[in-house]
C-alpha cells in the first residue's frame, strides 16, 4: 500500500512539474499595435498603403508540429462573410518567425518550402486591410501548428485553404489589431 502511494504521490508530482512548466503558444508582432500603420495597409481598393506583412513571431510550438501555417482575416468585411487577406503554410518546423515583407513572394523573404494560398484578392500573398471608407475593422492573425505540411490546390478558395489548415493543426495563437480608413 505505500508503494502505491509512493507512486502516486510521484507520478502526480511529476504531472503538476510538467504543466507548471508548459508553456502558452503564443504569436506576436513587433510591426503591430493595437492599429495596422499606413505601411501595411493596401496599395489598391481606394486605399494608397505600402501593402507590406507586418513581422510575426511565434513561441513554445506543441511538441509534434510539423509545420506552420498563417492567416489574417477580417471578420467584418463584407456584411460579416469576411476576407481572407493572407494565408500561408507549410512554413518549417525549426522556424519562428516570419521577416516584415515576407508576405510579397518578389521579396523572397518565405522560409525555403513554405507556400502562399490565393485570398480574397485573388493573390497568392498578402494583401493589406483596406476597410470601406469611415469602417473600423479588426484584422485576427492567426499562427497554426501543424502535425504534417499540406497540400491546397492553387486554385483553392480560401474559405477552402482555411479548411485544411485548420483540419490538419493541433494548435493556434493570435493576435489582432484595427485598421481604418
Not at 496599395?43 to 494608397?48: E, L, R, S, V
Not at 513571431?57 to 509534434?64: K, M, R
Not at 504534417?148 to 489548415?165: F, G, L, R, S, V
Amino acid at each position: 500500500m505505500e508503494k502505491l502511494l509512493a507512486l502516486t504521490l510521484a507520478f502526480a508530482a511529476m504531472s503538476f512539474t510538467s504543466m507548471a512548466f508548459a508553456q502558452e503558444f503564443k504569436l506576436s508582432s513587433k510591426d503591430l499595435g493595437k492599429n495596422f500603420g499606413a505601411a501595411y495597409h493596401a496599395d489598391g481598393f481606394g486605399c494608397k498603403g505600402d501593402n507590406i506583412s507586418p513581422a510575426l513571431a511565434w513561441a513554445n510550438a506543441p511538441q509534434g508540429t510539423a509545420a506552420f501555417a498563417v492567416i489574417m482575416f477580417d471578420g467584418d468585411a463584407r456584411g460579416g462573410v469576411g476576407f481572407w487577406h493572407w494565408l500561408a503554410y507549410n512554413i518549417p518546423s525549426d522556424v519562428n518567425s516570419l521577416a516584415r515583407g515576407a508576405g510579397n513572394p518578389a521579396t523572397g523573404l518565405l522560409p525555403n518550402g513554405a507556400l502562399m494560398a490565393r485570398n480574397d484578392a485573388g493573390a497568392h500573398g498578402y494583401t493589406g486591410p483596406c476597410p470601406p471608407k469611415g469602417e473600423r475593422h479588426l484584422y485576427r492573425i492567426t499562427i497554426y501548428a501543424l502535425k504534417n505540411t499540406i497540400t491546397i490546390p492553387p486554385a483553392a478558395m480560401p474559405a477552402q485553404a482555411e479548411k485544411i489548415i485548420i483540419n490538419n493543426s493541433i494548435a493556434s495563437a493570435v493576435i489582432s489589431a484595427h485598421a481604418k480608413h
